[in-house]
C-alpha cells in the first residue's frame, strides 16, 4: 500500500492492485507493519497514529478495520485530562516467533522533564489475535524523541533512538536490540544497544550523527542510517552501516560503512546530503539470491537541491547502483525538491527477489502543489535495461486534491 496525504486526512494509504482486486483506501495514520498474526495465511496490520495504535485482522477478502483492535496503552492512564503533555506512539511493529504473535509499540510523552521517558510496550496475542496485557520495558536510561522507529525479524526487534547521547555526545544515537529468550519467548529482554563505539562498528560515536534514524531489518539482517554524520568537512553527509545479528547469542557482525565516499558509490560526500535517512532491506537486486539495501539521500542533482538519488548496495559485496529521476529507464526529471526516495518499499516478488518502490513524496505537477510521485520495479536483478512503471496518483475528486503521494509505505 502507498501512503498520501490529502487537503482534508493526512496519511491514508491506497492499496496497490497485485491480486486482480481493484484499488482500495485504508483510512489510517501513521506508520503500519505487518506479519500473519492468527496464522491464518492473511496478513495482519499494526498501524501507529501518532496517538494511538490499532491491530487490524486480515482475511481472503481484506483488512477487516470494523473490527480492529484498539492497543490499551498503560501510559494513557498517566496523561492527565486537560494538561499540557500527551502520549505519542512512535511506531509500532509486528513479529511472529515461537508459534505466538507479538505487537511492540514505542511510545513517549511529548514533554520535557521525567515524564518524558519513552517506552516499549509488548503486546502478546492470543489465538484469535485479541492482545493481553502488554510487557511494558521503560528506557529510563534515554532521553525521549520524536526520532524513535521500529523494525522486527525472528525474535528480535531493533529500537533506534537517534536522540540518544553516547559517551557525552548529544543524538549520537543508537540501536537498542531486545531478543525472546528461547525458555520465555512472550518474554522481551534487553541484550545490549549497538552505537558507533560498540566493537566491530566503523566510526566513532559524534554529536549529531543520528545513527538509529533509520532502520530495516529481515532475516537476521540489519541495516542502521546515520543521516547526521558529518564525514571530513561535509556536515550531515550521511552514512550507512550494515551487519548481522546472531539473536541466540545476542552477538553481531559489522560489515563495512557505506557512505557516498565509498568507492563504487556514485557521488561524494557533501553536507546535507543526508545519506541514508532511508533505507530498507531487499532481496535480489544486484545479484541472485542476494541481500541489498536500498538508501536514500537527499542528493543535490545537478543543480537541483534535494532532488534525491536512491542507491542500492548489496549487503557484503562492494556492489553498487545509483538512481536519480535522471537515470536511463526512470520516469520523471530531477528538480529541485522532489525528494526522490524520501521513502521506500519492498514487495517480495519471489522467495529471493524483490520488486523495489520509490516514493518523492515532493514532485510537483502543474503549478506549486506536491502531489508526488512512486515508481516500482520489473520484480528482477537490477540493471541499465530495468523497467520503471510508475504507479499513477489517485485522480483528484471534487472534494478532495491528493498530495504527497508515496510519502510512505506499507507491504
Not at 517506552?119 to 493481553?132: E, N, S
Not at 510487557?135 to 534515554?142: D, E, R
Not at 563495512?256 to 565509498?262: D, K, L, P, V, W
Not at 538508501?295 to 542500492?312: F, L, N, P, Q
Request: proline share 4%; charged share 20%; hydrophobic share 35%.
Amino acid at each position: 500500500v502507498v501512503g498520501l496525504g490529502d487537503s482534508h486526512d493526512w496519511d491514508r494509504y491506497r492499496v496497490i492492485p497485485g491480486d486482480g482486486s481493484a484499488p482500495d483506501w485504508l483510512y489510517l495514520g501513521g506508520s503500519m507493519s505487518n506479519a500473519d498474526l492468527n496464522g491464518d495465511v492473511c496478513s495482519d496490520v499494526v498501524n501507529a497514529t501518532g496517538v494511538s495504535a490499532r491491530l487490524l485482522l486480515g482475511g481472503p477478502n481484506g483488512l477487516d478495520a470494523a473490527t480492529a483492535h484498539t492497543l490499551t496503552l498503560p501510559q494513557s492512564a498517566d496523561v492527565e485530562p486537560g494538561g499540557t503533555e500527551g502520549l505519542i506512539v512512535a511506531d509500532a511493529v509486528a513479529l511472529r516467533h515461537d508459534g505466538i504473535s507479538q505487537v511492540a509499540v514505542a511510545v513517549y510523552f511529548d514533554d520535557e522533564g521525567p515524564q518524558g521517558t519513552p517506552f516499549l510496550d509488548v503486546f502478546t496475542l492470543d489465538a484469535t489475535g485479541v492482545p493481553g496485557t502488554p510487557q511494558v520495558i521503560s528506557l529510563n536510561s534515554t532521553t525521549a524523541s520524536e526520532a524513535i522507529v521500529l523494525a522486527a525479524s525472528g525474535r528480535t526487534v531493533a529500537l533506534g533512538l537517534a536522540d540518544l547521547t553516547v559517551a557525552g555526545k548529544v543524538s549520537a544515537g543508537g540501536v537498542m536490540m531486545f531478543t525472546a529468550d528461547r525458555t520465555r519467548p512472550a518474554t522481551l529482554v534487553h541484550r545490549t544497544t549497538l552505537t558507533q563505539n560498540s566493537r566491530g562498528i566503523p566510526g566513532t560515536a559524534e554529536k549529531g550523527d543520528w545513527f538509529g534514524y533509520a532502520l530495516s531489518m529481515r532475516d537476521g539482517r540489519l541495516v542502521i542510517g546515520a543521516p547526521g554524520e558529518s564525514i571530513g568537512k561535509a556536515r550531515s553527509a550521511g552514512s550507512v552501516q550494515p551487519l548481522r545479528w546472531y539473536e541466540d547469542t545476542a552477538t553481531w557482525t559489522a560489515y563495512r560503512r557505506i557512505e557516498q565516499g565509498t568507492k563504487g558509490v556514485v557521488g561524494t560526500n557533501e553536507t546535507n546530503d543526508w545519506f541514508g535517512y532511508t533505507v530498507a532491506v531487499t532481496r535480489g537486486l544486484t545479484a541472485a539470491g542476494s541481500y541489498d539495501i536500498a538508501i536514500g539521500a537527499r542528493e543535490k542533482v545537478g543543480k537541483a537541491r534535494d532532488a534525491g538519488s536512491v542507491t542500492v548496495a548489496n549487503l557484503t559485496k562492494a556492489s553498487y547502483r545509483t538512481l536519480t529521476q535522471n537515470s536511463r529507464g526512470v520516469p520523471g526529471t530531477a528538480e529541485k525538491g522532489d525528494y526522490f526516495g524520501t521513502s521506500l518499499g519492498v514487495v517480495r516478488t519471489s522467495v529471493t527477489t524483490d520488486t523495489l518502490l520509490i516514493g518523492a513524496s515532493g514532485e510537483r505537477a502543474t503549478g506549486v502543489r506536491e502531489v508526488g510521485y512512486v515508481i516500482r520495479s520489473n520484480g528482477r536483478k537490477l540493471s541499465s535495461a530495468t523497467t520503471w512503471t510508475s504507479v499513477p496518483r489517485p485522480a483528484p475528486t471534487a472534494s478532495v486534491v491528493y498530495e504527497g503521494w508515496g510519502t510512505t509505505f506499507a507491504q
